[in-house]
Nanobody, 121 residues
Framework: QVQLVESGGGLVQAGGSLRLSCRASGRTFSSYVMGWFRQAPGKEREFVTAINWSDGRTYYADSVKGRFTISRDNAKNTVYLQMDSLKPEDTAVYSC??????????????WGQGTQVTVSS
């Protein structure tokens, strides 16, 4: 069982930055892949980035490479998403998840509540 609590969403101007946090708790979470997904109105949910909790290996969607950085803090049981050089097309509800396969939303059984990120022009 894993519980996830997100924070850090908000409104930012294009070119600005935000950092999202996802605090994990439960009996077992260290074996999971921790991922971030996003969904904009009228769009499919898409993979953003993920990190393997145990070894720190990361994957990024092409759309965010060089702009977003995922990291983890074992002591705080928290995964972070640092978002820089934000664009209006980054506007979406961002959700943290714990699962098994980096790119596949369907492989993540545990999800946070989601946090809105809005990037203005």
């Amino acid at each position: 069982q894993v519980q996830l609590v997100e924070s850090g969403g908000g409104l930012v101007q294009a070119g600005g930055s935000l950092r999202l946090s996802c605090r994990a708790s439960g009996r077992t979470f260290s074996s999971y892949v921790m991922g971030w997904f996003r969904q904009a109105p009228g769009k499919e949910r898409e993979f953003v980035t993920a990190i393997n909790w145990s070894d720190g290996r990361t994957y990024y969607a092409d759309s965010v490479k060089g702009r977003f950085t995922i990291s983890r803090d074992n002591a705080k049981n928290t995964v972070y998403l640092q978002m820089d050089s934000l664009k209006p097309e980054d506007t979406a509800v961002y959700s943290c998840a714990a699962g098994y396969t980096y790119y596949l939303a369907g492989s993540y059984p545990y999800w946070g509540q989601g946090t809105q990120v809005t990037v203005s022009s």
